[in-house]
Every structure is written in C-alpha cells, then in structure tokens.
C-alpha cells in the first residue's frame, strides 16, 4: 500500500511538473516584439533589412518560431549572403547578418560575389562602377575568374575592361573601357588574345579611338572595322575560322 502511495505521489508530481512547464511555455510563448539587425553594413541599410525581415516573423511567437525556416527565408532577401538567428529576451529575435559583397553586374538585373554567384538588387540601385559581365545560367565562376585573368594581362598593355560576355554558344568578346569590342571566339583564348596584344601595342593603341571592334576569329589575322567603315580591314590576311 505505501508502494502504491508513493507512485501515485511521483505521478501526481509529474502531472503537476507538466502543467507547469506547459504553463511556462505559454507565458513565455507570446508574439515576437523585437526584431534586431546586427552585422557590418554598407551596401543597405537596417531599415530597409528590418522591412523586409518583419513579415517573415509577423504573426509568429517567440518560442514556436521555427529559426530554421526563418533562416532560409531570411536568405532569399537578395543582399544577404549569410544569416543567424537567436532569441533575446524579452521576446525579441536578434538577426546577425552577412552581406553579400558586389564584385560586377551580371546580365541585366543581377549583381556577382566573389564567389560568382549572382543575386538580385532590386529595388535598391546597383553600385557604381562595377564593371559588366553577362553569361549562360551558371556561368558566374568561369566568366568572374577570366575577367580576374584579363585584367592582369590586359593592365600589362595600359588596358581596363569595361565588359565580358560569354555567349550561350560559348564565343567570348570583351569591351575596353574605350568601348572598343574585340571578338576572342570560341577557342584558342590565349593564342589570340596574345595576337590582339601584340597588334595593340604595335600599332593600334596609337588608333584606338578610330576603332569599332577588333576580330580575332581568325587563324594569324586581325581584322579591324573602323568608325565611319562599313566592312572590317584584315591588319594580316589569313581566313577566319
């Protein structure tokens, strides 16, 4: 009989320790008050954060708010590249935030990290002076990491790139920031962009602002249309490929 006492006594305590953790959670469960952003910010501002941020926690309470899921959310806000979340006390949730950092535009409504891969800006406007890139889906990495090699070879030769462009059949052209284009194709990159070097510091530096374009598509030569020319001049003959 005092067996049986004493496991009803232990089951009334539980049931008493259930309601009142139940009761706790409760009261500690309410509406989220707070939302805060920490973190480095230079390209946009916490107001603009905090408006995107609050109706993902609208309606939501502070205990049962799934931080996951607000996580993954969180990081469809364009500008964020990374995201953390935490509860403070009272009833608060604190946003540590990792933005994404610009290195060019990307096609037409899409900036690129570091890493080469885009995300959207809108509707806030894109940083200036970035220069443009533009690809096929999933092209990022490559087309950012032969403009990182381009610049190099090219400030050799008193050059800057304006733009890159891979094309959907894979030819690539760039743009100087004298807004000359020179066609590099689809293959023999490096033989070519030697030969354009070669031809720029031979004797088109000093004619470059006479020139439309530059195409390279050719096995030796190097054909050149002229502002105010309709057809390109071979600067050496040969047959384009």
């Given amino acids: 009989m005092a067996r049986r006492g004493s496991l009803v006594g232990v089951l009334l305590l539980l049931l008493v ?5 139940r009761a706790l959670w409760l009261w500690l469960d309410r509406p989220i008050e707070r939302v805060s952003i920490r973190g480095d910010l230079e390209y946009v501002s916490a107001d603009y954060l905090r408006g995107k941020l609050a109706p993902l926690v609208r309606g939501q309470t502070w205990l049962s708010a799934d931080l996951g899921q607000l996580r993954e959310e969180a990081r469809d806000i364009g500008w964020l590249n990374e995201v953390r979340i935490r509860r403070e006390w ?3 949730l604190v946003f540590e935030l990792v933005e994404q950092v610009p290195v060019a535009r990307w096609n037409d409504d ?3 990290n570091p ?3 885009p995300f ?3 509707p806030l406007p894109a940083p200036e002076g970035l220069e443009h890139l533009a690809g096929p889906v999933g092209s990022g990495p490559e087309v950012l990491a032969y403009h990182d090699d381009l610049i190099a070879r090219l400030g050799e030769h008193g050059l800057s790139i304006g733009q890159l462009r891979l094309e959907d059949r894979g030819a690539w052209r760039l743009q100087t920031d004298d807004g000359i284009w020179v066609m590099l194709g689809r293959s023999n990159r490096q033989a070519r ?3 354009f070097l070669a031809a720029w510091d031979r004797e088109l530096d000093d004619v470059a602002s006479h020139i439309r374009y530059i ?3 050719y096995p030796n030569g190097v054909a050149v249309a ?7 001049a071979e600067i050496e003959t040969a047959k384009k490929s």
Avoid: F, I, K, Q
């Avoid at 320790?17 to 953790?21: D, E, I």
């Avoid at 002229?226 to 390109?232: I, M």
């Fill in 226 to 232: 002229w502002h105010g020319e309709s057809e390109p």
């Fill in 120 to 122: 959207a800006y809108a």
């Fill in 17 to 21: 320790l259930v309601a009142g953790g």
């Fill in 90 to 92: 009272p009833y608060a």
């Fill in 110 to 112: 899409e900036l690129l």
């Fill in 215 to 217: 195409d390279l598509r």
């Fill in 193 to 195: 962009l030697a030969r």
């Fill in 115 to 117: 890493a080469g891969e």
